[in-house]
């Protein structure tokens, strides 16, 4: 799977890691309390997305932004579209809160559940777009929709953005509308899921959120500097802008080759994966049986949706899905 691999594959990232590390090394504690926006990385981000640093915030990693934001005592209701990053459910499963969760193929289908549903100023609603489970993205449109549907707040985990046909996503509206929170995360944009970088862009004032809940200094001063060397590096931003269109074309390869197949069902996908989604348990076992020696395989059964998410790398690998797909028919 090329997101595992691609720091010791690929042969530039792999020298420019062993030139650097040794200056990302620093046992020390370098952030200053009492001054928060000084933060480097904070900076950093900020100047690169031409934000306010007031309405970033950062997290190691967005599972802790996400962990947060739905802990929060804030909320009156939590409303997660599923099938969706487990993470969600596993939050307000443990903490008892009161929740809904809205099942659903498309995003059309969810908008039109949630014309069904009450909501409060004080609710929060949680999507990923592009959607973790589908890849499908969410329209200007259909955000503008919810957006009047729903009353309370809405947080949209933007994790798989950078695949997608719009990378610059929903931040103008987050900064126009103090109602959205975004969530980002480094890990897939850079392969870089272990350095444990996110960010959250809202103009919502919650009070105490930098000082409480999501202090900057979450994330190591190892990470924190690897982050702003890498995004300081126009020559590395380039290697990464063409590997995700490397994988943009390989996977609309899979889509393009098998969209009409009568097995299965596949969204058009804006993330780094695609989805099968099946309606016969035969089918899918049998799908997965052809598949599952592969890296980048995995099989769920949520909520009733049984699907099969392909992680997307080269074009061989490709070439092969589509091959030994092709033995279903
Ligand atoms: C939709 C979504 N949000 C958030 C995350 C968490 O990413 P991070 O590594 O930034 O914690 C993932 C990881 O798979 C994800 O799929």
Redesign the pocket.
Known sequence: MASASIWKDNKVLKKWLKKYQMDFVDGNFNYDMNNQLSDPLLTTIAEKLNINKEYIYL?A????L?TVILNLKIWNKIFISLP??G?YTRNIGLNNVNSEMISCLTANDFINQLRKIKSTKDDLLCI?SPR?FSGERFTDKQIEDILLIFNGSLLI?E??IAFSNKKSGLVDLALKNDRILI?R????TYFA?GF???YLITKKEISGLRNTFIAPHSISTYSARFMIKLLNDKKMLNIFNNTIEYIKSNRDLIYETLKHNKKFMIIKSEGNFISLIFKKEKDFNKCYDLLSNLPGIQKFKMNDIMFIKVWISDEKFSKIVIERISKLE
Not at 61 to 64: D, E, L, M, T, Y
């Open positions: 997290g990693g967005s599972s802790q996400i969706e990053f993470l990923s973790w985990d994790a798989y969530i995360s480094m890990s897939k899921s444990r970088i996110g």
